[in-house]
């Protein structure tokens, strides 16, 4: 028997469980790849990463600062160009997982470049994407936008796992000096999530050292009209 690449001869007697159960030392992992990607440090996305977790994990504490605000919808905008971010960065994956799936499909064609070509860039173009979650002003309020984001990456999460743990790592010598998944996906987040992040984080910041609006005492009409000189 000839294995694939990254499967052993021999199947392990204990499987190791999924990573979206794994707590701690994965957590743990995937912050240091973000903290590194973030610093331009090399890092390795494997199949231990997570989008869910990667959204989960940048919004959760940025939202939870917004809703401490005393007036969260000022940050509106910043909060829907985060969602706009994690949207881009999920239909891209969903791209590439159609992408994967195609050239499987169309292997058949492999002597007909033209046509595989176009089979799979027309099956790329038919993938349905994740829809973007509408984001209330009542979520922006209590923090609760988080979860329609990671709601809406969990149908391509655990696609987009085992496509990273199938995938060449950086500078591997099968790739001839192609970026690799690995590479990719770095590139994709610092252009979205990562710089929505950033954004949203800047302005949660610059609210917090503007001076509050003084607070105008209430106006009694009649004691206006009063002073004037006016019954009322």
């Given amino acids: 028997m000839i294995a694939m690449r990254g499967e ?10 999924p990573y979206r159960r794994s707590r701690g030392r994965l957590a743990m992992k995937q912050a240091e790849v973000r903290r ?8 390795v996305h494997d199949g231990d990463w997570s ?12 939202a939870a600062r917004v809703a401490a605000r005393p007036s969260p919808l000022q940050l509106r905008r910043q909060v829907l160009a985060f969602a706009d971010a994690a949207h881009e960065a999920a239909g891209t994956a969903t791209g590439w997982l159609a992408e994967h799936d195609a050239r499987a499909k169309t292997a058949h064609l492999a002597d ?4 595989r070509k176009y089979a799979i860039t027309t099956l790329i173009d038919l993938a349905p994407r994740p829809a973007l979650p509408e984001i209330t002003d009542e979520m922006i ?22 496509l990273l743990a199938r995938a060449f790592p950086p500078g591997a010598p099968a790739l001839r000096g192609q970026a690799s998944r690995s590479d990719r996906l770095e590139s994709l987040l610092r252009e979205t999530v990562d710089r929505a992040a950033l954004s949203l984080e800047r302005a ?7 001076p509050a609006a003084p607070t105008k005492p209430a106006v009694d009409p009649r004691a206006e009209l009063a002073a004037l000189g006016i019954d009322v």
Avoid: F, N, Y
């Avoid at 590194?36 to 440090?41: I, Q, S």
């Avoid at 936008?145 to 391509?156: N, P, R």
């Fill in 8 to 17: 052993p001869l021999t199947p392990p007697t204990k499987p190791k469980p």
């Fill in 36 to 43: 590194r990607r973030r610093a331009h440090l090399p890092v």
């Fill in 51 to 62: 989008l869910r977790r990667e959204v989960a994990e940048v919004a959760g504490p940025l």
């Fill in 112 to 115: 007909e470049d033209g046509k």
């Fill in 141 to 162: 309020a209590d923090g609760s936008w988080v979860a329609v984001l990671t709601e809406m990456v969990e149908s391509i999460d655990a696609a987009l796992g085992d």
């Fill in 204 to 210: 949660v910041i610059a609210a917090a050292e503007r």
